[in-house]
Nanobody, 119 residues
Framework: VQLQASGGGLVQPGGSLRLSCEATGMFFSIGSMNWYRQAPGKQRELVAT??????NYGDSVKGRFTISRDNAKDRAYLQMNNLKPDDTATYYC???????????????WGQGTQVTVSS
């Protein structure tokens, strides 16, 4: 599978962006889809997760970010509102992918998309 993340850019504080992650290629199914981010000099952190049993968010983005999914298109989205300078980071998509009916899930990372929040 290839995970293509897009939608990053430069936005002013208080603004919004919508990230998209599309899974393409040959695979059997996708379990959870997740967004992580990593700022310079910091560890990669979980931003949001969407799975069959619901969604989960990092404390710093709760109430501002919303993760959603279009299973028919094998896409996940991250709507980011009220962006703050601390949200500046490279955002990565992670999917748990099965390549066969009886296979285990494999973690697959996409390339990052840069989000910069600055006036």
């Amino acid at each position: 599978v290839q995970l293509q993340a897009s939608g990053g850019g430069l936005v002013q504080p208080g603004g919004s962006l919508r990230l998209s992650c599309e899974a393409t290629g040959m695979f059997f199914s996708i379990g959870s889809m997740n967004w992580y981010r990593q700022a310079p000099g910091k560890q990669r952190e979980l931003v949001a997760t969407i799975a069959d049993d619901g969604t989960n968010y990092g404390d710093s983005v709760k109430g501002r970010f919303t993760i959603s999914r279009d299973n028919a298109k094998d896409r996940a989205y991250l709507q980011m509102n009220n962006l703050k300078p601390d949200d500046t980071a490279t955002y990565y998509c992670l999917a748990y992918v099965r390549y066969g009916a009886g296979s285990h899930y494999t973690r697959e990372w996409g390339q990052g998309t840069q989000v910069t929040v600055s006036s």
